[in-house]
């Protein structure tokens, strides 16, 4: 499996984010992308997952199920976070293991490996950020997606937090899995870097 | 589908949910109505369909708001997008939840208040069936409002001047139907046809134009 961009463009505003962007990633990698703030990291993801139109190029993902489109085979771990808070952690969890399509862990043990275990019964509007953070990482087990797409997926974690995030980035890539994540500080993984806004 | 049904429909009614503040409205509009019309009974009789087509029509406003909002504001609706099903099944889903949610309520609320307004049993019938024929409509085209308005700030406002005309067919026919059982004479199986066909064009139109909308707003 093969995500492949080529010659991407993006433009926010009337203004020029990046362009000439090109990057591959195969199966059982991970791609770092940083970059200052502002030079299009979460753009870029976007752009991948279909929620953003490039201003030119395009984006391939080769060898996987063909009657699938790229955007219903990548996970997308963005700022906001898509729980509601009126729901309970299961609750939540469950709705988006039915929605995204739940050939994935266990509802339970998925909570239990990103240690929210405990708080299944609470509704989500009680969980602190790095709570929130760690059901969201729960969404990408219940889920089974080759592509993940993360944004800043350590942010608000505590240092326990940070290394569940490498553990499950680490055990998605030995299954085959494709990683894209927009990052200012190390992930604990083995990644190659794409840098973005080198040129001032 | 079902699991987006059933998340709304559990949003709506647990705490912060929408579904009782459309109703409690519906029911503060048609309290206030005899009181500004004053105690003519007569005159109350004649204008009350009228009266509960308007109470439903601006709560399903109020409730139609937070539609999409809710979700693109959470980030909710960027996954929905993403999910293997059609934006437009997601779409009707939504529909079919704030329908259950919201306009089943007022239709349930409807013969209490037709007390009020000196509406008898026949007429109270007729405005209860032309609101269950006539409210999926108002959902319908009102979500292709909210899905318009979704990105902008302050878009409830925009929402109403934009679903308000397009309910006028809905708001016509409907009460034209309630008259017609009070007055004697007056055909009541046309208004009523009319008003099942704008559901119908409705649930064909509406979640297209809605995902149509959606996917444009994307940002």
């Known amino acids: 499996m093969r995500l492949s961009g080529i010659d991407l463009a993006c433009v926010r505003g009337g203004r020029e984010v990046f362009s000439g962007l090109g990057f591959e990633v195969g199966g059982g990698e991970a791609l770092a992308i940083t970059g200052r703030n502002g030079a299009g990291k979460s753009s870029l993801l976007r752009i991948i997952a279909g929620l953003l139109r490039p201003a030119a190029g395009a984006v391939r993902l080769d060898g996987a199920k063909e009657e699938l489109s790229l955007a219903e085979q990548a996970h997308y771990l963005g700022h906001r976070d898509a729980l509601k808070p009126a729901l309970t952690v299961k609750e939540n969890l469950s709705f988006w293991r039915d929605m995204l399509g739940g050939e994935g862990e266990d509802l339970a043990e998925s909570l239990k490996a990103c240690g929210i275990g405990h708080a299944a019964g609470l509704p989500a509007g009680y969980l602190s950020a790095g709570q929130r953070r760690r059901l969201s990482m729960a969404r990408l087990l219940v889920s089974k997606r080759p592509l993940w797409l993360l944004d800043e997926p350590t942010s608000a974690l505590d240092a326990d937090g940070q290394l569940l995030v490498a553990r499950l980035m680490g055990e998605h890539l030995a299954r085959g899995g494709l990683i894209m994540a927009a990052t200012h500080g190390p992930l604990g993984i083995v990644t190659r870097t794409l840098q973005l806004g080198a040129s001032p | ?219």
Do not use: Y
């Open chain 2, 1 to 219: 589908m079902r699991a987006l049904v059933r998340r709304d429909l559990r949003l709506a009614w647990r705490a912060g949910g929408g579904a009782l503040i459309g109703v409690l409205f519906f029911l503060t509009v048609v309290v206030l109505m005899p009181f500004a019309v004053g105690p003519d009974l007569a005159l109350l009789k004649r204008l009350g369909p009228a009266i509960l087509w308007l109470g439903a029509l601006l709560s399903s406003l109020l409730t139609l708001d937070r539609l999409f909002t809710a979700d693109h504001d959470d980030g909710s609706l960027d996954l929905i997008v993403m999910s293997r099903q059609s934006l437009e099944l997601s779409c009707l889903a939504k529909a079919l939840a704030h329908w259950l949610a919201s306009g089943v309520p007022l239709i349930v609320a409807t013969p209490a208040l037709g007390l009020l307004l000196n509406l008898d049993f026949e007429a109270t019938a007729a405005v209860a069936l032309t609101l269950l024929l006539g409210t999926p409509a108002l959902t319908l085209t009102g979500m292709i409002g909210a899905a318009l308005a979704v990105t902008l700030r302050r878009g409830g406002l925009l929402l109403a001047v934009l679903v308000l005309p397009l309910s006028i067919p809905v708001l016509i026919f409907g009460v034209a139907a309630c008259n017609a059982v009070v007055t004697e004479g007056v055909a009541f199986g046309a208004p009523l046809s009319i008003l099942a066909a704008l559901s119908l064009v409705g649930v064909v139109v509406g979640p297209v134009a809605a995902a149509a909308a959606l996917r444009q707003g994307l940002d």
